[in-house]
Nanobody, 127 residues
């Protein structure tokens, strides 16, 4: 079992920045690729970004590419999501997730690929 706990969410003005953190425990962190998903009010959960277990590869959703950076610190067992130039439509609950399935040539982006999930952290962007 892997336990994931997100933090760093909050109320931010449009144009601002946030850095979300995901602390992992339970099993070796570098066994897992880590991803961020988000769920806006009355919408389905969507993929945001994923990073390979060794940090050697990343992949981003087209809708947010250029404004976000996913990273990880395997020594601290933490993953991060930096979001810049926040927009109203970024308002959502942000979840981190972990999978040990192969990263491969096609990065994992589907929810069903990820085995472990955190409870989420709320990000609210105001005008």
């Amino acid at each position: 079992q892997v336990q994931l706990v997100e933090s760093g969410g909050g109320l931010v003005q449009a144009g601002g920045s946030l850095r979300l953190s995901c602390a992992a425990s339970g099993r070796p962190f570098d066994d897992y690729h880590m991803a961020w998903f988000r769920q806006a009010p009355e919408k389905g959960r969507e993929f945001v970004a994923v990073i390979k277990s060794d940090g050697g590869a990343t992949h981003y959703a087209d809708s947010i590419k250029g404004r976000v950076t996913i990273s990880r610190d395997n020594h601290k067992s933490e993953a991060y999501l930096q979001i810049n130039n926040l927009k109203l439509e970024d308002t959502a609950v942000y979840y981190c997730a972990a999978t040990s399935l192969p990263f491969g040539g096609i990065p994992p982006t589907r929810q069903s690929t990820f085995i472990y999930w955190g409870r989420g952290t709320q990000v609210t962007v105001s005008s």
